[in-house]
């Protein structure tokens, strides 16, 4: 008696299966144009006419069941198993169907179905209407018609966006879980990306490796510097299908991609940005390590993330964590789904061109030992005193600190010499920032002399043997009673690199006497203590500078 229903059951689906055909004649809705991979769950509607394309590969099919199938399935591969389309395609309906427990395993058609224990929803297929359009193998387009008018040409920067040197690595999803018509969105996504980073000679150089079943190079960081070339390489990129193998992707992109001889630039970020549709097909944690070890941000831009009752089906539900440079907001973006994206554009840039926040490269804001050397005559005061120490405390918040990132010292000095804390005394921002606002005035006569070889030997010497390139800040407001060309010229000699910060009084003569070669580029001078708040990005600027020109 258990299983009497089980007749009926079956009797009520033949005939729902028998009137469709009849209640389909009556619709006259244009079928909708959709791709080999558009699954029941896309298409929101309780009954819809489709129109599949031809010569969809029977291989790329996911299909859960038979007369009945998961939504999870692929309509047209679902049509193809239930015979109601071949290979050359053709117009299909679709009624949603609640769902199951169950979903059986049949080959039917040349197609193998798949078991599924569960899902929520079900659908299933019939003969559609007679669709006037051929059917291609192509998605209808929704591009707007051209209007006629002449687009405006985007000024060629040949040296491009000098705020945002990097060298990056789009790597593409061009798996069957993307498809065709995605794909192409995709791309032109990525081209509007490329066009806002201001590509150039002394700009970012950007590449393409496209994932699927097995990595391709599109191509490299050298082969284009301007932003034209670029977005014709990025059209002529062609659709590759597979598996979505991700994980083997990002760890050939790590490996193979950042070299000299493909192009890549010591001292800059390198970054990988990967597109994913779905999920990997393979494991991506080994990939995420390699990355980490070459030195390579990855960042991940997810679109269609798997929605709950598709969890068990992914591998690593973690696997965006494991692949990106650190587990935080930062290194991950998401769209849901690649349809007006132009307003994710500039929010994807801005992160792009975060290079303080890069933290997997070795990059000026990782890599360096800076100390301060504040005045804390009797001439500065107490009130420019705290503007001199916000003016270093500015500074300090563009560089990533960390145990072994960049490291922060600071000496005040006047006749005597005072560490306010040394290079391996704090390893959090935070903590230094607050040191530094605490730092109390001392007040007195100026050998800046002094000081410099005071801060080389005390300061400089214990970290003498990092990898760190070493900086020395110094800002004064007045004459020093002593010699200053002496100890900056060893300080020089021993690979210290001396910015020279002068304010009011101070003496353009002693400025470039302690200041690093060229002596304009490393001394600044403003005329009143609030003038240093504007020459922080200066100061920032120089750094970075410097720190790429000792990578080369």
């Known amino acids: 008696m258990a299983a009497a ?15 469709l055909p009849v209640l389909a004649s009556s619709q006259g809705a244009v079928p909708i144009a959709i791709t080999c991979l558009t699954r029941g ?56 169907l609640p769902g ?11 197609i193998q179905s798949q078991m599924l224990t569960r899902w929520s929803t079900s659908f299933t297929v019939t003969e559609g209407k007679s669709a006037a359009q051929e059917v291609t193998g192509q998605a209808v387009s ?38 065709q018509r995605r794909f192409n969105l995709q791309k032109n996504f990525i081209g509007k990306v490329a066009l806002m980073l201001g590509i150039g000679t002394e700009g970012p150089h950007v590449g393409i490796v496209q994932a699927s079943e097995h990595p391709k190079i599109e191509f490299y960081l050298k082969n284009f510097t301007s932003a034209k070339d670029v977005l014709l390489a990025i059209k002529e990129v062609g659709f590759r ?39 990997p097909s393979d494991d991506v944690e080994e990939a995420g390590i390699v990355a980490r070890e070459f030195g390579v941000n990855v960042f991940v831009v997810s679109v269609n993330k798997p929605i709950p009752e598709e969890l068990g089906m992914v591998k690593d539900v973690a696997f965006i964590d494991k692949m990106v440079c650190r587990n935080t907001d930062f290194f ?34 990782n890599s360096v030992n800076i100390a301060f050397l504040i005045d804390g005559s009797s001439s500065v005061g107490e009130s420019n005193f705290q503007l001199e120490l916000q003016f270093a405390a500015n500074i300090v918040k563009m560089f990533e600190v960390s145990d072994i990132g960049a490291k922060i010292a600071a000496v005040q000095f006047t006749y005597d010499q005072r560490i306010e804390f040394n290079f391996n005394d704090y390893n959090v921002k935070e903590n230094i920032l607050e040191v530094i606002s605490n730092i109390r005035y001392m007040s007195g006569g100026t050998a800046t002399g002094e000081a410099i070889a005071f801060t080389m030997r005390s300061v400089f010497g214990p970290v003498r043997d990092s990898p760190n390139k070493n900086f020395l800040v110094v800002v004064t407001d007045g004459q020093s009673y002593d010699d ?26 002693d400025l470039k006497d302690m200041a690093s070669k060229p002596k304009e580029e490393h001394s600044f001078f403003t005329k009143e203590f609030t003038g240093l708040e504007a020459l922080v990005p200066d100061v920032i600027r120089g750094i970075c500078s410097d720190f790429v020109a000792s990578q080369q």
């Open 5 to 19: 229903w089980i007749p009926a059951l079956c009797l009520g689906v033949c005939l729902l299966l028998l009137l």
């Open 41 to 96: 769950l896309d298409i929101r509607k309780e009954k819809a006419d489709v129109l599949c394309p031809g010569g969809c590969s029977l291989e790329e099919f996911s299909v859960f069941g038979n007369v009945v199938y998961a939504s999870v399935s692929s309509i047209c591969g679902a049509a193809m198993h239930r015979g109601v389309i071949s290979t050359s395609g053709g117009p299909v309906r679709i009624y949603s």
């Open 100 to 110: 199951r427990e169950n979903y059986s395993s049949v080959e039917a058609n040349g």
């Open 142 to 179: 929704t591009a707007r018609p051209s209007t006629g008018k002449r687009q405006k040409k985007t000024p060629d920067k040949k040296a491009g966006n000098k705020d945002c040197k990097a060298d990056i690595a789009f790597m593409i999803d061009g798996s069957f879980n993307i498809g």
């Open 241 to 279: 299908g597979g598996n979505s193998n991700t994980g083997k992707a990002l760890k050939y992109t790590a490996e193979k991609f950042f070299t000299p001889e493909t192009g890549m630039r010591k001292g800059l970020p390198k970054v990988v940005v990967v597109f994913i549709d779905g999920w």
């Open 332 to 365: 991950t973006y998401h769209m849901p789904n690649w349809f007006s994206t132009t307003k994710y554009v500039k929010p994807l840039v801005q992160k792009l061109c975060t290079h303080e926040q890069m933290l997997c490269s070795k990059t000026c804001y």
């Open 484 to 509: 200053v060309l002496g100890p900056a010229a060893a300080a020089q000699d021993a690979g210290i690199t001396i910015f020279s910060v002068g304010v009011a009084w101070a003496p353009l003569d």
